[in-house]
Nanobody
Framework: QVQLVESGGGLVQPGGSLTLSCAAS????????MGWYRQAPGKERELVAS???????RYSDSVKGRSLIYRDGAKNTVWLQMSSLSPEDPALYYC?????????WGPGTQVTVFS
């Protein structure tokens, strides 16, 4: 099975930036969709950004214009860059890979905005 490991979370000042990475345990060149979700305390998990096998990228309205998702197929890694972080962004961020309608999730990496 596919195992995902996220990294890059941490404490960031308001207006700051960070980069999250997600590494898969095996070759996932045959994926359908790769993306990032987040879940804040007391809230539902929501999509942040995703990229499908054809290269189509989708961003949530809350991060559009200040986020970038991209992948490196050779390294089985997907990245999420975010800037202009605000109090709406703190959450546990999860990497997600969908292969033939089956979803795989990482354990999550915490993002906290300092105040």
């Amino acid at each position: 099975q596919v195992q995902l490991v996220e990294s890059g979370g941490g404490l960031v000042q308001p207006g700051g930036s960070l980069t999250l990475s997600c590494a898969a345990s095996e070759n996932i060149f045959n994926f359908n969709i790769m993306g990032w979700y987040r879940q804040a305390p007391g809230k539902e998990r929501e999509l942040v950004a995703s990229i499908n096998v054809g290269g189509t990228i989708r961003y949530s309205d809350s991060v559009k214009g200040r986020s970038l998702i991209y992948r490196d197929g050779a390294k089985n890694t997907v990245w999420l860059q975010m800037s202009s972080l605000s109090p709406e962004d703190p959450a546990l961020y999860y990497c997600n890979v969908q292969i033939i309608r089956v979803n795989y999730w990482g354990p999550g990496t915490q993002v906290t905005v300092f105040s």
